[in-house]
């Protein structure tokens, strides 16, 4: 732990002490706070009045993680702790935060328009939040936001050393006991004020101090239910639901897990639930919606693009569009974080689109940064640890400049073959249980989450820097793009990084790449921290299906990962629909990993995929489509989702597929012929396969024996095309072996596997082949 860490949470804690339960302090009395400030941030001794409070703060912080009272008598007794038993000044907790964040940012329909929406979010919970407490370069403009909307009194109140993380689409921060509605009102308030649709939610409680450490405690705090007493009482169905958290066994480490910092946070989490279903705050003070989103209606006026408010005018963009006051700030927004400079866009100052109804000032937008700009940061960062890395990522382009993408469909032009990109949507596994189990004081939370965000973001920029260089641009026709023909682009599109989860797109044929480099290096990233590696074993032959070679690394494991959901479609799929498809993809692979983290104590990552090639393909969902197109009795005609490890052997088989000339024809034919039955697919199979004219040693090493052997160690027969799955012991009889393969995705994949002689330079003139079959 880092001293940084130690003198925020010591200063945090000691500056809400000092302030009391009051409203206002005194011009002598802020004085002496920012002198007890500065002297803890400059190692300086502090003035005297403010001595008890930091000292105070620094006993708590003090207590060892370890230490595990068997009774509240014992903590009461012990001298090192019993003022703070004494201590009943409380201190606040607010946790807030955007809510029903995809029904606003996938309300529109244009790339832009989401691009917008996701980087307004963004901006609040990055930015303009942490800006309330003095923090980052847009705390001057938050400061003066709150003294023109009635929380002048939060300026003075709150300082940079209260927050603990504000990442990840939230924030969690310390504050002064009198503030916390005020403090939770002033975000939700933000979120209203910038977006004018989107639905936040905001919470806040007291605390007493002894509670940052042991959880929550009655008052009085012998009354409190503690080790000996839940011993006891360990079979009441109440109690033993709310202590089991884990898997944990041992009581007293569960009843440990549970009484920290954790607690508190939970009870805030569960608040912040209850008010965000609408249902009214216990505090009477509170409305169950502090600033909603109103806006007025008429059957006959015009509706803007979205059709769900009415426009306020029409513009000069290409094809005239409608706007509303807050589907304008979306596409301005997302104009700006784009640096777009080939639309107009004046149009915004031009037609005046108001702060809101009736006021006067212009909604001013501000500065965003786009993706792209920080990735083009962290190349230039690393090429300062590897020289010439940046030299080497723009050698194709030979010089000439490379630009963003503007739209979809520059993204589906550099594509092989053309017209299709790849939806990833990544999300980190383990990290309720890893935050249960191991991160119980509020330092230990702010560097957890900012160790996850750097990760995050760094798995996806060497994922991009690996395996997506500058493209060019070539046969675009449309008017609004026909210009960009022969430019180079970064050809991705970064939607969302939010703490432990991603959201782009990329060219279809880089997709599952991009993925699955995306799960590697953020279990790279995560293991530079100490605190994250598992000495926990586990057998790669019953984990993955994949047996060509074994995994490098399974004698120990990182205890967080990511899975992630890759959709491939055609890029004029609609986006709401495509992002939906990519959700219901990344559920199914968190629930492979949940299941091999329980059956096999696997904590790698995971991906489930799916080609779309119709949009008439999937009448409901990807899991309905599965179970009742793609399977018949014990046969399963589809092997999704897959491990990392298995992915990448996936991906070798096809490449494998291409180099030995397999007929199109043939795998088609084969893949027709699952239907049939086991047995028919197999003799198919051989007979195709012996007829080979090259690639036949290939195919039997980087397909059958990799992916087919039998599960019975004296069964030396070949089930190919089938994977065998082991039935449970309870239920062990041979009919009920299940028998799945890989085959159709072997087909679903062969058109986006590019060849190693197809450089980037030339994949955007690839020819759309093979899609349709």
């Known amino acids: 732990m880092t001293n940084d860490s130690r003198t925020r949470t010591i200063t945090a804690i000691a500056w809400c002490l000092a302030w009391g339960e009051k409203h206002n302090l005194n011009q002598d009395e802020l004085s002496m706070l920012h002198q007890m400030r500065q002297g803890l941030q400059q190692g300086k001794v502090v003035p005297k009045s403010m001595k008890s409070f930091v000292e105070q703060a620094q006993r708590l ?238 059957p006959y006026l015009q509706r803007d693009e979205t059709d769900n408010r009415a426009a306020v005018a029409k513009t000069n963009l290409p094809g005239t569009p409608s706007f509303s006051d807050a589907l304008a700030r979306k596409v301005i927004v997302g104009q700006r974080s784009k640096r777009d400079t080939h639309q107009y866009r004046g149009w915004y100052k031009h037609f005046r689109f108001r702060l809101a109804s009736g006021e006067e000032r212009l909604w001013k937008p501000g500065y965003f940064p786009s993706w792209v700009t920080m990735f083009q940061q962290f190349l230039e960062d690393e090429n300062h640890e590897v020289s010439g890395c940046l030299e080497e990522y723009y050698r194709v382009t030979e010089g000439s400049p490379v630009t963003q993408a503007l739209s979809l469909r520059e993204i589906g032009n550099v594509s092989t073959p053309q017209g299709f990109v790849g939806y990833i949507y990544a999300d980190g596994n383990n990290m309720g249980g890893y935050l249960r189990q191991h991160i119980r004081t509020p330092e230990k939370y702010r560097e957890f989450s900012e160790r996850v965000l750097y990760a995050t973001r760094n798995s996806v920029y060497i994922a991009l820097k690996k395996h997506l260089q500058p493209r060019k641009l070539n046969h675009l026709n449309d008017p609004d793009n026909i210009k960009r023909n022969k430019e180079w682009i970064y050809p991705f599109e970064i939607i969302t990084i939010g703490g432990d989860d991603v959201l782009l797109i990329v060219p279809a044929d880089k997709a599952l790449d991009i993925a699955k480099s995306i799960g590697e290096e953020f279990e790279r990233e995560i293991l530079k921290s100490p605190g994250f590696r598992l000495n926990t074993p586990y057998e790669p032959e019953k984990v993955h299906r994949y047996q060509g070679e074994k995994p490098s690394e399974y004698t120990s494991q990182c205890e967080l990962s990511m899975s992630a959901g890759v959709l491939i479609t055609a890029e004029n799929t609609p986006i709401y629909y495509a992002e939906e498809l990519t959700s219901q993809l990344l559920k199914s692979s968190k629930k492979l990993a949940k299941d091999l983290k329980r059956n096999y104590k696997y904590y790698g990552g995971t991906v489930d995929f799916l080609a779309l090639k119709a949009l008439t393909m999937i009448a409901s969902n990807i899991k309905d489509f599965r179970e009742e197109g793609l399977t018949k009795g014990n046969l399963k005609f589809y092997a999704s989702p897959y491990t990392l490890h298995e992915l990448g052997g996936l991906l070798q088989t096809v490449e494998v597929l291409k180099k030995a000339n397999f007929p199109k024809s043939q795998l088609y034919q084969i893949r027709s012929l699952l239907e049939r039955g086991k047995h028919t697919a197999m003799l198919n199979y051989r007979y195709f396969r012996v007829r080979l004219q090259q690639g036949q040693n290939q195919l039997e090493t980087n397909f059958e024996k990799a992916w087919c052997q039998p599960k019975d160690e004296n069964n030396h027969g070949n089930l190919a095309p089938w994977m065998s799955i082991k039935p449970k012991e309870s239920d062990a009889e041979a009919e009920n072996t299940i028998y799945e393969t890989i085959w159709r995705d072997l087909v679903d994949l062969y058109p986006f596997i590019v060849e190693d002689d197809q450089t980037p330079a030339n994949q955007g003139e690839q020819q759309q082949q093979g899609v349709k079959q």
């Open 61 to 298: 912080y003090d207590i060892p993680e370890d230490y595990a009272p068997k009774t509240l008598k014992e903590l009461k007794e012990k001298e090192d702790y019993s003022k703070l038993w004494e201590e009943n000044t409380q201190i606040g907790l607010v946790y807030g935060g955007a809510t029903k964040i995809k029904q606003y940012v996938f309300e529109a329909a244009k790339l832009n328009d989401i691009r917008g929406a996701s980087a307004l979010l963004d901006r609040i919970n990055l930015d303009d939040l942490p800006g309330f407490f003095g923090e980052g370069k847009r705390s001057h403009r938050m400061r003066d936001w709150l003294d023109r909307n009635q929380f002048a009194e939060l300026r003075q109140a709150l300082i940079p050393e209260l927050i603990i993380y504000s990442t990840g689409g939230s924030i969690l921060a310390f504050c002064p006991a009198a503030f916390t509605d005020k403090l939770a009102n002033a975000i939700e308030k933000r979120y209203t004020h910038e977006t004018l649709t989107a639905n936040s939610c905001a919470v806040g409680d007291t605390f007493r101090l002894l509670e940052f450490r042991f959880g929550l405690l009655q008052n009085p705090i012998e009354s409190t239910l503690w080790l000996e007493e839940y011993k006891k009482k360990q079979n009441n169905p109440i109690i033993k639901a709310y202590f089991d958290q884990s898997s944990e066994s041992d009581l007293e480490t569960k009843f440990l897990q549970r009484k920290n910092f954790n607690e508190l946070v939970g009870k805030l989490a569960n608040q912040f639930t209850h008010r965000r279903n609408g249902n009214p705050s216990p505090k009477a003070e509170r409305p169950s919606r502090s600033y909603p989103p109103m806006f007025e209606t008429h």
